[in-house]
């Protein structure tokens, strides 16, 4: 009898090594079923096959494509649309956890109105009409005095123009966005160079890239999408990624290099990037002087200031290395760059935003296969007929500012102030998937006290699922539908090929709760029953989908398509191609990767388009006064989407303003000012969450719910604390009192605090208050998933202690400016100490007006610019604030 | 209690018929029973009315509950109409019905979370008995705790009348569908949601109510004979005291004599006869 050898697990490895043949050859029936499915999902239990809906993923602002599965009318499952051409299949894992924001036992179900003082947490039950009849009477109050007391804040507006629509038929201009607390810096270092207000990256194609501040691997714009490409690119292309960053994000982690700087100082390392380019000659000089609106030789002399050396000093960066990097960004091919708040959310944020901008423009890799790409998108019609404009401007909006009237994206961090000052006068305050109570520089400090204060705003309307900060100091709830239970149309340039996308109830909505576009027909309904106000005839519809086919059923080409009924089928149009399950592409028929379409700008005029039209000296085409193309070595192209079609290295507007229409960099006059023992406070999210409304979600505050601030190892050292150990961190407007993570991943004169954390609203998950000892009868406890909860930290929120500063040019929030004095907390310091002031808040804003282009340290700022005249020379009047 | 049961001849079937005066007295308790579901019902599906309250308030109604142990305090019986009316609704939606409180609904109890099991299993119920869930001042989920409170006080009243009728078949397979909705939702739940409810209410109404319902569901589980674990967060603070005893076969009414030993302050459901409250 043959003995058998006696195994262990090294001599079943050799054998394995000897089994690859066959294995190879032995017959597969299993493959993992997501792949397989692809768009189908079966109960585990019942073997049935689940009921899909396809929706476009609403958790974050990147759009996903998903598809949501139910059993017996519930949301079992999320997952990604194998048919959306830009996710392909894959969603992130908020994304996975979205079913719970509908199921949440603490989500808002019926119109609630105040009882007692704002913000005591005490609450009626009202029926719809109640709360229709009590908003619509005090519109109609408010409209007497004048339309534009009604204001109309949102943060994350994807109705797709119903705001809009509510606003222009109440006839108020207020209607004010967030975008200067998200990225309107970047926006606008962008809009007047090429036209649109963001970048594709081609990231799967490019052999380099260089990041400036963006964490995209884990949170930025257009996460899924784009991290999907940077892997590929790394993986099939070779790609070499060098990301600076003041922290050592995953992002940075996953690169070939990190290179810390110091916070702020992107701009000027790129400026010096730019320098070593044409210093050594390595710029595409058919590009720049084909596309742009400088020449070669500005813009050498114009970057011959800005030498390694200079920006050693200002940011701590080898000239060495910016020698190098520079070299290898403009000798490898296609290369591209990626930037997001690292460089934005600063004082001079906008002008960050260009100076990187410039690399790929002056290396010729704009609209080239992996190289830097215009944004791809569509559009849809709005419903007819359309109300019109507002008649009488309001002191600011969602576009615009006195006192920033370069920040087309508005200056909304600044609203709470000007209600205290008066100059926005306030009947009406409605919010909108917003919560600056928590969001906004300042936060309870700032717009906490504001919103309580019923001198200054006497009626405050909420339009909400969830009782975030801001929801809790409303006089009114109106109970909004989570994303899974709303109708609305979307697309989303995150990535090179262009779609539109809807998202569709995926059920009944729960309670109340009705969707947006209802509820703000609703209450126009009930101010103008009969129409004999003409306000009723901007909201004729009969539901969310009746809208819907007014957007989607006559777009050429979906329309041959089936239009709506389309989009409700497979939630995205067009199909491109299949998803391979193989390598996660999207292929054709023959199984080959489509291709994207590059080099947009130099797609040829028709001879239609070209009939009647103008070309000046310049090569400007004009038709009917408009600019629609230019014209290059004798062709007729369309351009870039600016008023001359061409790249504007040279922003002249900014002139106008006094502001360096080159591109440049200033340092933050404060930073220059820092005392040894101070940092920089700066902010972060992680891949779990996003900026306030997560923390509700049970999947996802589990991963993460604390947040220690990050301290270097060098510096934690000098302080004498060591990672969990408690910290104050004080800055000109207050203090907190957080826990340490020493470090070494993170510059030693920053300190990272992630956001997301300490909320003390948005339900008893995100405030733990299932947890406290005492019972609070207004919270309750002892549901059974909250048995699961096994921790009891969660975490210090930052932007009380942040003061609101305003980039003059783009208007974004300055996030990143704040200067800290870090200590080792003291002995009546308690974890989860914050104490902000109102009147240093105040402060601190009035200081931040004086960099705006009317203010006193504007000039003083700017003395390249000398020659301005002053405001007078933009034709604008000087508009200051009361306070 | 005495019931009868007599073997009937008809196609070799044994058909049970009742001896009238024993249906009768069968009839009556169904119908008590259905009262006190409504009175329960009405209570949390949603804010209470003024005439609700008023009911509840009067001497009569408040002399019956104090004998069972219920106890209001001068918050309820002393306060004016109008002024309890808004008191507590101002209540209910901090206990009920706004962000942070306690959802009186099985998904939630059990699961969590919204819209989970058993709001569709209560719904296919409901619907294979015949019942559309309709929204009354506000829309409810269908396992929302006065609406299942309700439904039983539905099957009740409809045994009531077929006890009247003398059909017992039909009052059995109604009696075994409530203990059916007993063994599956409301026993697995409602015990430790009162329990946490007495413990939160700030208001004296809210608090003896939910003892009321507390006590008046170890009743009912006792007397269908069901043994049910409290499957509700707040199962672990339920004495071993009070798990109750299997069911007896040879009992078919609706309840049986004997109270279960270990609760204290809380009647018999036939002690408990209730003037007719609007519901």
Same mark, same amino acid.
């Given at each position: 009898?043959?003995?058998?050898?006696?195994?262990?697990?090294?001599?079943?490895?050799?054998?394995?090594?000897?089994?690859?043949?066959?294995?190879?050859?032995?017959?597969?029936?299993?493959?993992?079923?997501?792949?397989?499915?692809?768009?189908?999902?079966?109960?585990?239990?019942?073997?049935?096959?689940?009921?899909?809906?396809?929706?476009?993923?609403?958790?974050?602002?990147?759009?996903?494509?998903?598809?949501?599965?139910?059993?017996?009318?519930?949301?079992?499952?999320?997952?990604?649309?194998?048919?959306?051409?830009?996710?392909?299949?894959?969603?992130?894992?908020?994304?996975?956890?979205?079913?719970?924001?509908?199921?949440?036992?603490?989500?808002?179900?019926?119109?609630?109105?105040?009882?007692?003082?704002?913000?005591?947490?005490?609450?009626?039950?009202?029926?719809?009409?109640?709360?229709?009849?009590?908003?619509?009477?005090?519109?109609?109050?408010?409209?007497?005095?004048?339309?534009? &007391?009604?204001?109309?804040?949102?943060?994350?507006?994807?109705?797709?123009?119903?705001?809009?629509?509510?606003?222009?038929?109440?006839?108020?201009?207020?209607?004010?966005?967030?975008?200067?607390?998200?990225?309107?810096?970047?926006?606008?270092?962008?809009?007047?160079?090429?036209?649109?207000?963001?970048?594709?990256?081609?990231?799967?194609?490019?052999?380099?890239?260089?990041?400036?501040?963006?964490?995209?691997?884990?949170?930025?714009?257009?996460?899924?999408?784009?991290?999907?490409?940077?892997?590929?690119?790394?993986?099939?292309?070779?790609?070499?990624?060098?990301?600076?960053?003041?922290?050592?994000?995953?992002?940075?982690?996953?690169?070939?290099?990190?290179?810390?700087?110091?916070?702020?100082?992107?701009?000027?390392?790129?400026?010096?990037?730019?320098?070593?380019?044409?210093?050594?000659?390595?710029?595409?000089?058919?590009?720049?002087?084909?596309?742009?609106?400088?020449?070669?030789?500005?813009?050498?002399?114009?970057?011959?200031?800005?030498?390694?050396?200079?920006?050693?000093?200002?940011?701590?960066?080898?000239?060495?290395?910016?020698?190098?990097?520079?070299?290898?960004?403009?000798?490898?091919?296609?290369?591209?760059?990626?930037?997001?708040?690292?460089?934005?959310?600063?004082?001079?944020?906008?002008?960050?935003?260009?100076?990187?901008?410039?690399?790929?423009?002056?290396?010729?890799?704009?609209? #080239?296969?992996?190289?830097?790409?215009?944004?791809?998108?569509?559009?849809?019609?709005?419903?007819?007929?359309?109300?019109?404009?507002?008649?009488?401007?309001?002191?600011?909006?969602?576009?615009?500012?006195?006192?920033?009237?370069?920040?087309?994206?508005?200056?909304?961090?600044?609203?709470?102030?000007?209600?205290?000052?008066?100059?926005?006068?306030?009947?009406?305050?409605?919010?909108?998937?917003?919560?600056?109570?928590?969001?906004?520089?300042?936060?309870?400090?700032?717009?906490?006290?504001?919103?309580?204060?019923?001198?200054?705003?006497?009626?405050?309307?909420?339009?909400?699922?969830?009782?975030?900060?801001?929801?809790?100091?409303?006089?009114?709830?109106?109970?909004?539908?989570?994303?899974?239970?709303?109708?609305?149309?979307?697309?989303?340039?995150?990535?090179?090929?262009?779609?539109?996308?809807?998202?569709?109830?995926?059920?009944?909505?729960?309670?109340?709760?009705?969707?947006?576009?209802?509820?703000?027909?609703?209450?126009?309904?009930?101010?103008?029953?009969?129409?004999?106000?003409?306000?009723?005839?901007?909201?004729?519809?009969?539901?969310?989908?009746?809208?819907? #086919?007014?957007?989607?059923?006559?777009?050429?080409?979906?329309?041959?398509?089936?239009?709506?009924?389309?989009?409700?089928?497979?939630?995205?149009?067009?199909?491109?191609?299949?998803?391979?399950?193989?390598?996660?592409?999207?292929?054709?028929?023959?199984?080959?990767?489509?291709?994207?379409?590059?080099?947009?700008?130099?797609?040829?005029?028709?001879?239609?388009?070209?009939?009647?039209?103008?070309?000046?000296?310049?090569?400007?085409?004009?038709?009917?006064?408009?600019?629609?193309?230019?014209?290059?070595?004798?062709?007729?192209?369309?351009?870039?989407?600016?008023?001359?079609?061409?790249?504007?290295?040279?922003?002249?507007?900014?002139?106008?303003?006094?502001?360096?229409?080159?591109?440049?960099?200033?340092?933050?006059?404060?930073?220059?000012?820092?005392?040894?023992?101070?940092?920089?406070?700066?902010?972060?999210?992680?891949?779990?969450?996003?900026?306030?409304?997560?923390?509700?979600?049970?999947?996802?505050?589990?991963?993460?719910?604390?947040?220690?601030?990050?301290?270097?190892?060098?510096?934690?050292?000098?302080?004498?604390?060591?990672?969990?150990?408690?910290?104050?961190?004080?800055?000109?407007?207050?203090?907190?009192?957080?826990?340490?993570?020493?470090?070494?991943?993170?510059?030693?004169?920053?300190?990272?605090?992630?956001?997301?954390?300490?909320?003390?609203?948005?339900?008893?998950?995100?405030?733990?208050?299932?947890?406290?000892?005492?019972?609070?009868?207004?919270?309750?406890?002892?549901?059974?998933?909250?048995?699961?909860?096994?921790?009891?930290?969660?975490?210090?929120?930052?932007?009380?202690?942040?003061?609101?500063?305003?980039?003059?040019?783009?208007?974004?929030?300055?996030?990143?400016?704040?200067?800290?004095?870090?200590?080792?907390?003291?002995?009546?310091?308690?974890?989860?100490?914050?104490?902000?002031?109102?009147?240093?808040?105040?402060?601190?804003?009035?200081?931040?007006?004086?960099?705006?282009? &009317?203010?006193?340290?504007?000039?003083?700022?700017?003395?390249?610019?000398?020659?301005?005249?002053?405001?007078?020379?933009?034709?604008?009047?000087?508009?200051?604030?009361?306070? | 209690?005495?019931?009868?049961?007599?073997?009937?001849?008809?196609?070799?079937?044994?058909?049970?018929?009742?001896?009238?005066?024993?249906?009768?007295?069968?009839?009556?308790?169904?119908?008590?029973?259905?009262?006190?579901?409504?009175?329960?019902?009405?209570? =949390?599906?949603?804010?209470?009315?003024?005439?609700?309250?008023?009911?509840?308030?009067?001497?009569?109604?408040?002399?019956?509950?104090?004998?069972?142990?219920?106890?209001?305090?001068?918050? =309820?019986?002393?306060?004016?109409?109008?002024?309890?009316?808004?008191?507590?609704?101002?209540?209910?939606?901090?206990?009920?019905?706004?962000?942070?409180? =306690?959802?009186?609904?099985?998904?939630?109890?059990?699961?969590?979370?919204?819209?989970?099991?058993?709001?569709?299993?209560?719904?296919?119920?409901?619907?294979?008995?015949?019942?559309?869930?309709?929204?009354?001042?506000?829309?409810?989920?269908?396992?929302?705790?006065?609406?299942?409170?309700?439904?039983?006080?539905?099957?009740?009243?409809?045994?009531?009348?077929?006890?009247?009728?003398?059909?017992?078949?039909?009052?059995?397979?109604?009696?075994?569908?409530?203990?059916?909705?007993?063994?599956?939702?409301?026993?697995?739940?409602?015990?430790?949601?009162?329990?946490?409810?007495?413990?939160?209410?700030?208001?004296?109404?809210?608090?003896?109510?939910?003892? =009321?319902?507390?006590?008046?569901?170890?009743?009912?589980?006792?007397?269908?004979?069901?043994?049910?674990?409290?499957?509700?967060?707040?199962?672990?603070?339920?004495?071993?005291?009070?798990?109750?005893?299997?069911?007896?076969?040879?009992?078919?009414?609706?309840?049986?004599?004997?109270?279960?030993?270990?609760?204290?302050?809380?009647?018999?459901?036939?002690?408990?006869?209730?003037?007719?409250?609007?519901?």
């Amino acid at each position: 009898m043959m003995e058998m050898t006696k195994l262990n697990r090294r001599t079943f490895l050799k054998v394995s090594a000897a089994t690859g043949a066959a294995a190879a050859v032995a017959p597969r029936l299993l493959k993992a079923m997501e792949l397989e499915l692809a768009g189908k999902d079966v109960s585990p239990v019942s073997g049935v096959q689940r009921k899909a809906v396809p929706i476009t993923c609403h958790f974050c602002n990147i759009q996903d494509g998903a598809i949501a599965y139910l059993e017996n009318d519930r949301v079992v499952k999320l997952e990604g649309n194998p048919e959306h051409v830009s996710t392909r299949g894959r969603l992130c894992p908020k994304g996975n956890s979205g079913m719970w924001y509908s199921y949440d036992p603490d989500r808002i179900l019926y119109p609630l109105k105040r009882v007692g003082k704002r913000g005591e947490g005490k609450w009626k039950r009202i029926t719809w009409d109640e709360a229709l009849t009590e908003v619509a009477a005090k519109l109609d109050e408010a409209l007497k005095e004048d339309p534009n &007391t009604i204001v109309l804040k949102y943060g994350r507006n994807r109705t797709g123009g119903v705001l809009d629509r509510f606003m222009q038929t109440l006839g108020s201009d207020s209607i004010i966005n967030h975008t200067s607390v998200c990225e309107s810096s970047k926006k606008v270092g962008m809009e007047p160079a090429w036209g649109p207000d963001i970048e594709t990256p081609d990231f799967a194609n490019t052999k380099y890239v260089l990041n400036f501040g963006s964490n995209v691997l884990e949170a930025s714009y257009f996460h899924n999408p784009l991290s999907q490409r940077v892997a590929e690119g790394r993986v099939d292309n070779h790609m070499k990624i060098v990301t600076f960053d003041v922290r050592l994000s995953n992002t940075a982690g996953f690169s070939d290099e990190w290179i810390p700087v110091h916070p702020g100082t992107d701009g000027a390392v790129a400026l010096a990037i730019g320098h070593v380019i044409l210093r050594e000659d390595l710029q595409d000089s058919e590009f720049i002087n084909t596309w742009t609106n400088v020449t070669v030789d500005e813009l050498k002399e114009h970057y011959k200031q800005f030498t390694p050396e200079w920006a050693e000093k200002i940011s701590g960066v080898p000239a060495a290395t910016i020698e190098r990097i520079a070299i290898e960004f403009a000798t490898t091919k296609p290369a591209t760059i990626f930037t997001y708040r690292g460089p934005a959310k600063h004082l001079y944020g906008s002008y960050n935003e260009k100076a990187c901008m410039m690399l790929p423009v002056m290396t010729g890799n704009i609209e #080239r296969r992996g190289g830097y790409c215009l944004p791809r998108g569509m559009s849809w019609p709005q419903p007819k007929p359309e109300p019109p404009k507002p008649a009488k401007h309001a002191y600011m909006n969602k576009h615009h500012h006195p006192l920033y009237p370069l920040a087309s994206h508005g200056v909304s961090h600044l609203l709470p102030f000007h209600i205290a000052d008066g100059t926005m006068k306030v009947n009406v305050y409605f919010t909108y998937q917003d919560n600056p109570v928590y969001t906004n520089p300042g936060a309870r400090a700032v717009w906490g006290k504001v919103l309580s204060d019923e001198t200054l705003v006497p009626f405050f309307v909420s339009m909400s699922s969830h009782m975030g900060e801001e929801t809790a100091l409303a006089d009114i709830i109106l109970p909004d539908c989570p994303y899974l239970e709303r109708w609305e149309p979307e697309s989303m340039p995150n990535s090179l090929w262009p779609w539109l996308g809807i998202r569709q109830p995926v059920h009944k909505s729960l309670g109340e709760s009705r969707e947006n576009r209802i509820l703000m027909r609703d209450i126009i309904w009930k101010l103008d029953p009969d129409g004999s106000r003409g306000m009723r005839k901007y909201w004729e519809f009969k539901d969310g989908e009746d809208y819907m #086919r007014h957007h989607f059923d006559n777009i050429p080409g979906l329309k041959e398509a089936g239009g709506l009924d389309f989009l409700k089928k497979h939630g995205v149009w067009p199909i491109y191609g299949k998803l391979d399950p193989r390598t996660g592409k999207i292929v054709d028929k023959t199984g080959r990767e489509i291709r994207a379409e590059y080099g947009l700008y130099k797609k040829e005029l028709s001879e239609e388009e070209m009939a009647g039209a103008i070309i000046d000296e310049n090569g400007l085409i004009t038709k009917n006064g408009k600019a629609i193309g230019i014209q290059r070595n004798g062709k007729n192209y369309v351009g870039f989407a600016t008023p001359n079609r061409l790249i504007n290295v040279r922003v002249d507007e900014w002139a106008k303003y006094g502001f360096n229409p080159m591109p440049t960099f200033k340092r933050i006059p404060w930073h220059e000012t820092m005392r040894e023992d101070e940092m920089i406070l700066t902010t972060f999210k992680l891949n779990v969450h996003k900026q306030s409304r997560s923390a509700a979600v049970k999947w996802l505050a589990e991963i993460a719910h604390s947040n220690p601030a990050w301290i270097n190892t060098e510096t934690a050292k000098k302080i004498g604390v060591k990672t969990g150990d408690l910290v104050r961190v004080e800055s000109k407007v207050g203090y907190l009192v957080t826990k340490a993570y020493v470090t070494e991943g993170i510059h030693p004169k920053a300190i990272a605090i992630p956001t997301a954390f300490g909320h003390w609203e948005y339900g008893r998950l995100a405030t733990l208050k299932l947890k406290e000892k005492k019972p609070e009868w207004s919270h309750g406890q002892e549901d059974p998933d909250f048995n699961n909860v096994w921790w009891d930290d969660k975490g210090v929120h930052p932007n009380d202690i942040i003061p609101a500063i305003a980039d003059p040019i783009g208007g974004s929030q300055a996030w990143f400016d704040t200067v800290v004095k870090v200590t080792k907390a003291g002995p009546n310091d308690k974890y989860g100490d914050v104490v902000a002031d109102w009147d240093r808040h105040v402060e601190a804003f009035k200081e931040g007006l004086r960099y705006a282009y &009317t203010g006193d340290l504007h000039r003083k700022m700017h003395p390249e610019m000398a020659h301005w005249k002053g405001p007078e020379e933009a034709g604008h009047e000087s508009e200051g604030s009361h306070l | 209690m005495k019931t009868s049961q007599i073997e009937g001849k008809k196609s070799g079937i044994s058909q049970p018929t009742a001896i009238p005066e024993v249906a009768a007295g069968m009839a009556a308790e169904c119908g008590a029973r259905a009262l006190l579901y409504r009175l329960l019902s009405a209570v =949390f599906v949603e804010e209470a009315s003024a005439e609700f309250l008023s009911a509840m308030r009067t001497p009569e109604m408040l002399e019956q509950l104090a004998e069972v142990g219920i106890g209001f305090d001068a918050d =309820f019986t002393a306060a004016p109409l109008a002024e309890l009316v808004d008191t507590l609704a101002v209540e209910y939606a901090s206990l009920f019905a706004a962000s942070g409180g =306690f959802p009186p609904v099985e998904s939630v109890r059990l699961y969590g979370r919204y819209r989970h099991e058993p709001n569709f299993e209560v719904m296919q119920t409901y619907q294979r008995l015949g019942f559309v869930l309709q929204p009354g001042r506000h829309e409810v989920f269908a396992d929302q705790l006065g609406v299942e409170l309700m439904f039983i006080a539905e099957l009740l009243e409809r045994q009531a009348e077929a006890l009247a009728k003398g059909d017992l078949i039909a009052s059995r397979k109604l009696e075994k569908e409530i203990k059916r909705f007993w063994s599956r939702h409301l026993g697995r739940w409602v015990r430790g949601y009162a329990r946490l409810i007495e413990r939160a209410a700030m208001h004296s109404f809210y608090r003896e109510m939910a003892r =009321f319902l507390r006590g008046f569901a170890e009743e009912e589980i006792a007397a269908l004979g069901l043994h049910i674990e409290d499957a509700d967060g707040a199962r672990l603070e339920v004495p071993k005291a009070e798990v109750q005893e299997a069911a007896d076969p040879q009992k078919p009414g609706c309840t049986s004599d004997a109270a279960p030993p270990g609760r204290q302050g809380i009647r018999r459901l036939q002690d408990l006869r209730l003037p007719s409250v609007p519901d």
